[in-house]
């Protein structure tokens, strides 16, 4: 068979296994994985590379509001072009409700801004933050069944955040429908109760962030939300998880088989609270919630990622501004609780890993492929096209060099962001070409795509409803009291 395009002599490395070899691509599939292959029309000369599945970042933010009302800076053009440059050739961000927004008109203003505008694929979860009757019994029903199959929902944030008893209702709904929530796991009690007298103390700097955002807030959370879980049997996924206490509440339900799951992002390993402590108003660019912690976190991060206790890595990109329009939105009289809460993150996401984990042997290859693509497609419904290099997969493969060392400086970045919080760190290894669905996106610095290009992607079931679970014995009884089947 004639191939359109051939990666040969690279690699290529998966979630299980390392070998050389050669890709054959058709219509932008992959359809041959061999130890030798003839030249396609294209051919790709992969010698000395890595060939791996393109990244999949299933948590970012584009083309957002902020609860505070603040918008991005990225839309989905420089968010996609960034995270192709950064070898992700899959984004899951978010359609956002806001407390009386319909769901269905969300889902459809989000597709309005990404359709014109990506470059490379994406599929979208849902914010919920209104979980009337009209969601949890006709809207939530018919896009999970559309392919939006996962669903966040905060604790905190006076404007997002759900109660307990909210909670329980969207998880009841996820078990029975297939559906994973994905949980922003902090007490919005402590924090809003500490920033308070913080900020009647004088006490409005960014570094104050992290104060307020106390690891206890999120520890609390986490195992709150761990124990609703558990009450239904029905999985979660712990997200953006910062401190050694919510690793911890998370590893002991894992032991104890509860089907919950963790995310975690480079502002976790890459990050301390000690980075908010600058000059003026600087600390600003290194706030988001949960807030980075200290060493002892930061190691806890690293053996959770390590250990399988976390089993995505994500960037949380949530891209805002070092001006009126993100994080100084008071200018100078801007204090901690004013500013846009994120972190850019896109396109580091998997250098940074790659340099610091594999290159430091934190980490295997197939497990930083597993944490940054493989565990993605799973969890989430992807992986009938996404997150591997087998026959049949889209051919979304980044070629790596293990060797190039980079300078990270803002001018380099493609985001419009206009700061990085890791300006001037050097890392090794970069992905130099990048393909989505065969199509080279990225080569050797230059993007060869037009906007508009990348493709939306309805999503299954995600995976922790295709694994056999163990019902609990509990949970036969509460059913069969409650009169909803247990499956
Ligand atoms: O600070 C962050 N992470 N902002 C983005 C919104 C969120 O909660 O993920
Ligand atoms: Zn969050
Ligand atoms: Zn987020």
Not at 27 to 48: C, F, K, M, N, T
Request: proline letters at 5%; glycine letters at 8%; aromatic letters at 8%.
């Amino acid at each position: 068979m004639k191939f359109h395009k051939t990666v040969r002599h690279g690699m290529i490395a998966t979630a299980t296994e390392t070998r050389a070899g050669d890709i054959g691509i058709i219509d932008g599939r992959i359809a041959a994985v061999a130890d030798r292959l003839p030249a396609g029309s294209e051919d790709i000369d992969a010698s000395g590379l890595l060939v791996l599945p393109g990244g999949i970042d299933s948590h970012c933010h584009v083309e957002q509001i902020s609860s505070n009302g603040l918008m991005t800076a990225d839309d989905f053009y420089s968010a996609t072009v960034s995270a192709a440059y950064g070898g992700t050739t899959t984004i899951i961000p978010f359609a956002a409700q806001h407390r009386g927004m319909s769901l269905l008109k969300v889902v459809a203003d989000y597709h309005a801004c990404a359709a014109p505008k990506a470059v490379i694929d994406y599929a979208f979860h849902l914010i919920v933050s209104d979980p009337d009757e009209q969601a949890l019994e006709h809207d939530l029903p018919n896009l999970i069944a559309q392919g939006y199959t996962s669903f966040k929902v905060y604790m905190t944030y006076d404007m997002l955040k759900l109660d307990d008893y909210q909670i329980l209702d969207v998880l009841e709904l996820a078990r029975r429908l297939g559906a994973l929530v994905m949980v922003h796991a902090e007490n919005n009690d402590m924090i809003k109760w500490i920033a308070k007298r913080l900020l009647a103390n004088g006490h409005t700097a960014p570094r104050f962030h992290a104060v307020s955002h106390d690891p206890l807030a999120e520890s609390e959370a986490t195992s709150r939300v761990i124990q609703l879980s558990r009450l239904l049997d029905t999985p979660v996924l712990i997200v953006h998880v910062s401190g050694i206490g919510a690793v911890a509440a998370i590893r002991a339900a894992q032991v104890l088989g509860a089907p919950v799951y963790g995310e975690t992002c480079p502002q976790y390993l890459f990050l301390a609270a000690s980075d908010m402590d600058k000059p003026g108003l600087d600390g600003a660019m290194f706030c988001c919630s949960p807030p980075p912690r200290d060493a002892q976190s930061q190691q806890a991060v690293w053996e959770g990622l390590a250990n399988g206790t976390f089993q995505v890595y994500s960037s949380d990109h949530a891209p805002y501004r070092f001006d009126e329009s993100g994080k100084l939105p008071k200018g100078e009289q801007t204090t901690f609780k004013d500013m846009a809460n994120g972190v850019p993150g896109l396109e580091l996401r998997l250098p940074l890993l790659f340099s610091e984990g594999v290159g430091k042997d934190r980490l295997s290859l197939n497990q930083f492929v597993a944490l940054t693509a493989t565990n993605h497609a799973r969890i989430y419904g992807l992986e009938h096209r996404k997150g591997t290099i087998a026959v049949g997969q889209d051919a979304d493969i980044a070629l790596w060099d293990p060797e190039r060392k980079t300078t990270i400086t803002a001018a380099a970045i493609h985001d419009n962001v206009g700061y990085t919080p890791y300006e001037g760190r050097t890392i090794t290894g970069w992905p130099v070409t990048v393909l989505s669905r065969g199509r080279t996106v990225v080569h050797e610095g230059k993007l060869l795509v037009e906007r508009g290009s990348g493709m939306f992607i309805a999503r299954r079931s995600p995976g922790p409803f295709r694994i056999e679970r163990k019902v609990s014995d509990r949970f036969k009884l509460f059913s069969s009291l409650i009169g909803r089947p247990s499956p």
